[in-house]
Nanobody
Framework: QVQLVESGGGLVQAGGSLRLSCAVSGRTFSNYDGGWFRQAPGKEREFVAIFSWSGGGTNYADSVKGRFTISRDNAKSTLYLQMNSLKPEDTAVYYC????????????WGQGTQVTVSS
């Protein structure tokens, strides 16, 4: 089993920054894709960013490109999401997730951390 615990959420003004962290345990993190998703009130959960397990490939939702940066430290088994130029529409619960070597859907999820951006 893989356990994920997010931290770093909070309240920030528009234009500000936050960095989310996701501590991963239970398995060798380097074998897993790491992803960030978010869910705003009344909306479905949506993809934010992914960092592949091999080669360092990343991908982002169009809505966050150029503002958010996903990174990982396999030695620390931690996934990060640096969020800059935050907008009120970025307000959501942010979840980190993991899947084994790009294999289909994300099977492992954290409990989520709230990010609130005030205008």
């Amino acid at each position: 089993q893989v356990q994920l615990v997010e931290s770093g959420g909070g309240l920030v003004q528009a234009g500000g920054s936050l960095r989310l962290s996701c501590a991963v345990s239970g398995r060798t993190f380097s074998n897993y894709d790491g992803g960030w998703f978010r869910q705003a009130p009344g909306k479905e959960r949506e993809f934010v960013a992914i960092f592949s397990w091999s080669g360092g490939g990343t991908n982002y939702a169009d809505s966050v490109k150029g503002r958010f940066t996903i990174s990982r430290d396999n030695a620390k088994s931690t996934l990060y999401l640096q969020m800059n130029s935050l907008k009120p529409e970025d307000t959501a619960v942010y979840y980190c997730a993991a899947r084994y070597r790009g294999n289909g859907r994300f099977d492992y999820w954290g409990q989520g951390t709230q990010v609130t951006v005030s205008s």
